[in-house]
C-alpha cells in the first residue's frame, strides 16, 4: 500500500460543521448597542499579536483565493450576504489547513461594519484575510489597517507580476509577496504536452522549477486576470486518469518548492478538470472519487506543509534547496531534496510525469540511513493506483548523481513522492 492519506479533510458534498457553523451565526450578529461604525471592541487579539511574525516567515503560508459572489452562489440564492457567506466559507478554508483566504474587490466595498465583522471572524478561527486592491493609496492601506485586514494583492497582468503586500504592524516593514507567472506557465505548457513529447522540453521545466533568490515568491494555480475563476479549464494532457493524475502530481510538486502558496477556488476539488457548469464551484463533483481524492490531497499537502520543516524554508535567501536529478528528461522524472536549517528531517521530492511505473529507480542522496515515504499523490486516498513504497527505505553506500549514498525505490506513474529521513545508519529503525 502506497504512503499518506491519513488526517484527510472531509469530502462530502455538503458540510456539517455543527457548533462551529453556530458559533460563527453568533459571531457575525452585531453587539447590542454598537453603532456601525464607532467603538467597535476587537476579538482577534490572538492573531494580530502574532501576525507579525507569521508574515515574516515564522509559519508557512497557504492562500484560498475566491471571487465571493460566485463562490456564494454555489451555496444560496443570490444577492450576497456576507454573515451567510463566512459561516461556510471559514469552516470550509481552516479545514483545508490554508492559513489565508483573499477575497476580491468586494469585500472593500462594503460599509466597514461588515468588513469588521468578515475579518474579525476569520480571525478567531485562525485564518488571514487579505484582499483586492489594484490600485494602492496611502488611504486605502491606512483603512485596510484600521479594519485589521491582513494584507492587500494585485493580480498579474501580463505586463509585470502581480505581488501580496502582508502588513506587519510591529515596527518592521510589511513583507511582499511576489507571484511566480514563470511557474505556472511552464506547468501548463508542460502538462498540455503528450507525455513522450515532454522530454524534448525537459530543460526549459527545469529552469522555470528552479528557485530564484530574488525576493519571496508566490506559487500560484490561478486563471488568468481575464478569467473568471470559476470557468477556468486547465489544459492536461490524456485520459481522465492521466489528467487527474497529472494535476495531483503537479500540485504534490508546488507544494515542496520553495514559496508560498495561492490557489484558486476549484482547484482543490479539481473542477479545473471538469465539464463547465453554471455554478462557480459544483460541489456534486464531490460524490466522484477523483474530485474527492483531490480535495482530500490539498489538505494534506497543507497539512505537511506546517508539519514538515524542510518545506517551510523561505526563498529569498538560503533556501535549503538542492537539484537531486535535474537531467532525466527520457523518464520526465525530476528529484530535489529541501533541507531544513536543523539538518533534521530532510525532505526529497520524486516528480515521475511519464505514464508508466519506474521500478528499481536509483539516485543518489544528501544523507545515508532510512528514508520513509510520507505523501504520494497516486494513493488509493486521492483516487490514485496505490503503486509505492510503504515500508522505509534504506540508503546504500553507492555513489550516483554526485552523491556518495543512494536510495532505489519505485516511482509511481504520473505522480509526486515525498520522502522524509528519519534514522542514521546503525540506528534503531
Not at 4 to 14: K, L, P, R, Y
Not at 201 to 215: D, F, N, Q, V, Y
Not at 373 to 387: K, L, M, Q, R
Not at 392 to 417: D, I, R, Y
Amino acid at each position: 500500500m502506497s504512503g499518506v492519506g491519513s488526517g484527510a479533510a472531509s469530502t462530502a458534498a455538503a458540510y456539517d460543521f455543527g457548533a462551529l457553523r453556530w458559533w460563527l451565526m453568533a459571531s457575525m450578529a452585531p453587539p447590542p448597542g454598537v453603532p456601525d461604525d464607532t467603538d467597535w471592541r476587537w476579538d482577534d487579539g490572538d492573531w494580530m499579536r502574532v501576525r507579525g511574525a507569521r508574515h515574516h516567515g515564522d509559519l508557512p503560508l497557504a492562500f484560498y483565493c475566491l471571487d465571493a459572489a460566485e463562490w456564494y452562489a454555489s451555496r444560496f440564492s443570490p444577492p450576497l450576504r456576507w454573515d451567510a457567506l463566512i459561516q461556510e466559507l471559514v469552516p470550509y478554508v481552516a479545514d483545508l489547513g490554508f492559513t489565508h483566504v483573499a477575497f476580491d474587490a468586494a469585500l472593500l466595498a462594503e460599509r466597514d461594519a461588515v468588513i469588521r465583522r468578515v475579518v474579525e471572524t476569520c480571525h478567531i478561527a485562525g485564518v488571514g484575510v487579505v484582499v483586492s486592491q489594484p490600485v494602492t493609496t496611502a488611504q486605502s492601506l491606512e483603512r485596510c489597517r484600521r479594519l485589521h485586514v491582513d494584507g492587500v494583492h494585485t493580480p498579474t497582468d501580463g505586463t509585470e507580476a502581480g505581488h501580496c503586500r502582508l502588513f506587519v504592524d510591529d515596527g518592521r516593514a510589511d513583507v511582499t509577496l511576489v507571484f511566480q507567472p514563470a511557474w505556472q506557465a511552464a506547468l501548463s505548457d508542460y502538462l498540455a504536452r503528450p507525455p513522450l513529447a515532454r522530454c524534448r522540453h525537459h530543460a526549459e521545466w527545469i529552469a522555470a522549477l528552479t528557485p530564484s533568490a530574488r525576493g519571496r515568491g508566490l506559487l500560484a494555480q490561478m486563471p488568468a486576470p481575464e478569467v473568471p475563476l470559476g470557468a477556468w479549464r486547465q489544459r492536461v494532457h490524456g485520459d481522465a486518469w492521466q489528467r487527474f493524475a497529472n494535476l495531483r502530481a503537479a500540485l504534490g510538486m508546488m507544494w515542496a518548492l520553495p514559496g508560498e502558496k495561492w490557489l484558486g477556488m476549484g482547484v482543490e476539488l479539481g473542477q479545473v478538470l471538469a465539464e463547465r457548469f453554471p455554478e462557480a464551484i459544483h460541489w456534486p463533483l464531490l460524490f466522484e472519487s477523483r474530485h474527492a481524492g483531490m480535495l482530500r490531497l490539498v489538505a494534506d499537502l497543507n497539512r505537511l506543509y506546517v508539519n514538515e520543516p524542510a518545506l517551510q524554508i523561505r526563498d529569498d535567501g538560503d533556501n535549503g534547496f538542492e537539484w537531486l536529478v535535474p537531467d532525466d528528461g527520457h523518464n520526465s522524472v525530476v528529484v530535489f531534496a529541501r533541507q531544513a536549517d536543523s539538518g533534521h528531517a530532510t525532505l526529497i521530492c520524486v516528480s515521475n510525469f511519464q505514464a508508466c511505473v519506474h521500478q528499481t529507480y536509483r539516485f543518489g542522496v544528501p544523507a545515508g540511513g532510512r528514508w520513509r515515504e510520507i505523501f504520494n499523490s497516486d494513493s488509493v486516498f486521492y483516487a490514485g493506483s496505490n503503486v509505492g513504497n510503504g515500508r522505509s527505505l534504506k540508503a546504500l553506500p553507492e555513489p550516483s548523481h554526485g552523491q556518495a549514498q543512494s536510495l532505489t525505490l519505485t516511482v509511481p506513474p504520473m505522480a509526486t513522492l515525498f520522502l522524509r529521513h528519519e534514522v542514521w545508519h546503525g540506528d534503531t529503525p
